[in-house]
C-alpha cells in the first residue's frame, strides 16, 4: 500500500540553540560606511535591547537546512489526502495564488488614498455581489478577517437591529447541539443568552422543538446547513418561519458553504445572515492560524447596521463611505484581508456559476462514497445521504479496546492525516471525514482501504492500533500537559 503523506527523510531536529556553535555566522557584515550613532540616544533606552543572550550562532547553511527539514515534518493538502471534517481541507489552486501576488494588487497600501485604490475597490465590489448571488441575499460586507469574526458581526447587527426597534428584551440565541463551538461563543461575546436545540434522533432539528423555545425573547436562530454531521436540515424553510413568527432573525453559520456552492441559496431558505469562511470554500490554504476572511451577507434590513467604512459607487467612482449612523462601527484595523478576497474572486470567475455548482456535487458524491465504502467496517451514527462530510463512530472497535484516538493515530501510519476526531459532541467517539470535490477516486480508495485494513487489526491485533503511531517522528504526546502547560520558549538545561 502506498503512504502518500511520508517524506523520503525525516530526521530529528534540535532547536537552533543546541545546534549553536559560537563565532559562526551566516552573514558578515561589513563595517558601515556613515558614522556609528549611540542608538540610546537617538531612539531612546525604552526602544534599545541589551544583548541578547546565548542568541544561536549559526551558518547560513545550518539555518536553510534546520528549517528545510522542519517542513519536511509537516502534512499538508500538498502531502496528501486531508480529510478533516468541517474544515473543507480542499486543494487550492495555483493560479489564484499568481492572482493575488499581481504586484498591482499585492504591493497596494492599504493607506493609500481612495484615487490610488480604486482597482482593488471595485474588485472587493464584484466580490461582494457575487457572494450576495451566492447566498441569496442583498449585501455583503468584506471586513470581517475570519469565520468567527464573521459570526461575532453577524450576530452583533442582529442585536443591533433588535435595539433600534426597541425590542430590549430579545437576548436569547437559540443553537442546536450540533453546532460549532464559536456559534455560542459569537452569541456570549455579543452579551446575549444561548440556549440549546436538541436536534432529533434522525440528527436535525425538528420545528416543534425549536417552537416550544422561540418567544419573545429571541434574538436569532444559529444554525449550521448542513449541519456538523453532515446531514441537510430539511425543515430548514419551517424553522426560519418559526423563528420569523417568533420576532426572531436566522443566522446561517456558513462554514458548511462547500455543500451548498451553486446548488441552493441560504437567502432562499428564510436566512437573514451568514457568513462565508473564504479560505475554506474559496481557495485559502488555511490550517496553523494563517491568514483568513469572513465576510458577512445581510438581508436588506440589516444595512443600517453593516460595520464601516461601506464601499460606494458614485460618479463611476469607488469611496470608502464611513457615515453610516447606526453602523455597528468599524471591525477591521483596514477594509479586511484583500489577499484573501483576491484568491476568492479568482476561484469564483474561473469556476464561474456551472463550475461552483460542479464542486458542490463532487464534494457531496465523494463524501457518500466514503460513508458507503465503510459502513461495513465502521458504526455509521445516523442512517441519512450525508452532504459534503460524514461522521462515523468508533463503537465497534471500542469493544475490542480500540477508541477513535487510536485509529486516528495509526492512520498516520499509514500516511494520512487523521480526520476529525471527538466532533460533533452528540456522536460518542465521533470521526469526522470530509474528502472535499478535489480528489480523485483513487486517492479516496486509497484512504478507505486504510481505514479498513484498521479496523481489521482492530479485530485480531488491538495492540498494534493502540500502541500507533509508530512511524511518525513524534508520537504520541502528552496531549493534557500540551494543553493546559505549554512550553512555547526554549529555557536551558538546569535554567
Same mark, same amino acid.
Given at each position: 500500500m502506498s503512504t502518500p503523506g511520508r517524506s523520503g527523510l525525516v530526521f530529528r531536529e534540535p532547536l537552533l540553540f543546541e545546534s549553536s556553535r559560537p563565532g559562526r555566522s551566516g552573514v558578515r557584515i561589513d563595517d558601515p560606511d556613515v558614522p556609528p550613532v549611540d542608538p540610546v540616544r537617538?531612539?531612546?533606552?525604552?526602544l534599545v535591547r541589551d544583548e541578547i543572550r546565548d542568541f544561536p550562532e549559526l551558518s547560513e547553511l545550518?539555518?536553510?537546512?534546520?528549517?528545510?527539514?522542519?517542513?519536511?515534518?509537516?502534512?499538508?493538502?500538498?502531502?496528501g489526502f486531508f480529510p478533516l471534517g468541517s474544515c473543507t481541507m480542499k486543494y487550492n489552486p495555483r493560479v489564484n495564488e499568481a492572482v493575488a501576488r499581481l504586484p498591482g494588487l499585492a504591493a497596494v497600501h492599504p493607506a493609500s488614498d481612495e484615487?490610488?485604490?480604486?482597482?482593488?475597490?471595485?474588485?472587493?465590489?464584484?466580490?461582494?455581489?457575487?457572494?450576495?448571488?451566492?447566498?441569496?441575499?442583498?449585501?455583503?460586507t468584506l471586513q470581517p478577517a475570519a469565520g468567527a469574526q464573521g459570526e461575532f458581526v453577524g450576530v452583533r447587527m442582529i442585536s443591533a437591529y433588535h435595539r433600534a426597534r426597541g425590542d430590549l428584551a430579545r437576548k436569547r440565541v437559540l443553537i442546536p447541539d450540533t453546532a460549532h463551538g464559536t456559534n455560542p461563543a459569537s452569541a456570549a461575546l455579543n452579551g446575549l443568552e444561548v440556549v440549546e436545540v436538541k436536534s432529533g434522533p434522525d440528527g436535525i432539528?425538528?420545528?416543534?422543538?425549536?417552537?416550544?423555545?422561540?418567544?419573545?425573547?429571541?434574538?436569532?436562530?444559529?444554525?449550521? $446547513?448542513? $449541519?456538523?454531521?453532515?446531514?441537510?436540515?430539511?425543515?430548514?424553510?419551517? &424553522?426560519?418561519?418559526?423563528?420569523?413568527?417568533?420576532?426572531?432573525?436566522v443566522y446561517l453559520d456558513g462554514a458548511n458553504m462547500n455543500a451548498l456552492l451553486g446548488v441552493a441559496k441560504p437567502g432562499h431558505m428564510g436566512v437573514d445572515v451568514m457568513h462565508f469562511n473564504l479560505h475554506k470554500t474559496f481557495s485559502t490554504p488555511h490550517g496553523g492560524g494563517g491568514p483568513g476572511s469572513g465576510p458577512v451577507a445581510i438581508r436588506n434590513i440589516l444595512a443600517p447596521y453593516l460595520p464601516t467604512p461601506v464601499i460606494r459607487l458614485e460618479n463611476g467612482r469607488h469611496r470608502l463611505d464611513?457615515?453610516?449612523?447606526?453602523?455597528?462601527?468599524?471591525?477591521?484595523?483596514w477594509y479586511g484581508n484583500a489577499g484573501i478576497w483576491l484568491r476568492a474572486l479568482a476561484y469564483i470567475r474561473t469556476l464561474g456559476a456551472s463550475g461552483l455548482a460542479e464542486v458542490s456535487s463532487r464534494a457531496i458524491l465523494n463524501a457518500n462514497y466514503v460513508l458507503e465504502?465503510?459502513?461495513?467496517?465502521?458504526?455509521?451514527p445516523h442512517q441519512r445521504r450525508v452532504m459534503h462530510e460524514c461522521v462515523l463512530s468508533d463503537r465497534r472497535q471500542h469493544e475490542h479496546?480500540?477508541?477513535?484516538?487510536?485509529?486516528?493515530?495509526?492512520?498516520?501510519?499509514?500516511?494520512?492525516?487523521?480526520?476529525?476526531?471527538?466532533?460533533?459532541?452528540?456522536?460518542?467517539?465521533?470521526m469526522m471525514i470530509e474528502p472535499?470535490?478535489?480528489?480523485?477516486?483513487?486517492? &479516496?480508495?486509497?484512504?478507505?482501504?486504510?481505514?479498513r485494513a484498521i479496523a481489521r487489526e482492530a479485530e485480531t491485533q488491538p495492540g498494534l492500533v493502540t500502541g500507533a503511531p509508530e512511524r511518525p517522528i513524534v508520537r504520541r504526546i502528552d496531549e493534557v500537559r500540551a494543553a493546559r502547560k505549554p512550553r512555547l520558549r526554549w529555557t536551558p538545561e538546569g535554567a
Open positions: 537617538e531612539l531612546g533606552a525604552g545550518d539555518v536553510v537546512r534546520h528549517f528545510t527539514r522542519l517542513s519536511q515534518w509537516n502534512y499538508g493538502i500538498d502531502s484615487s490610488a485604490l480604486q482597482g482593488v475597490l471595485a474588485l472587493a465590489c464584484e466580490l461582494e455581489e457575487a457572494l450576495a448571488e451566492i447566498s441569496g441575499l442583498d449585501r455583503v432539528v425538528h420545528p416543534e422543538a425549536l417552537a416550544a423555545l422561540a418567544d419573545e425573547r429571541t434574538a436569532a436562530l444559529m444554525i449550521t $446547513n448542513p $449541519n456538523t454531521l453532515g446531514l441537510f436540515e430539511s425543515h430548514i424553510e419551517e &424553522l426560519s418561519r418559526v423563528v420569523h413568527a417568533a420576532g426572531g432573525l464611513s457615515e453610516f449612523p447606526h453602523s455597528i462601527g468599524r471591525v477591521h484595523a465504502s465503510l459502513r461495513a467496517d465502521y458504526d455509521v479496546g480500540v477508541t477513535t484516538a487510536d485509529i486516528a493515530k495509526r492512520l498516520m501510519d499509514y500516511g494520512y492525516h487523521p480526520p476529525t476526531i471527538y466532533f460533533p459532541l452528540v456522536v460518542s467517539g465521533a472535499t470535490e478535489c480528489e480523485s477516486q483513487e486517492a &479516496l480508495d486509497g484512504f478507505i482501504e486504510a481505514m
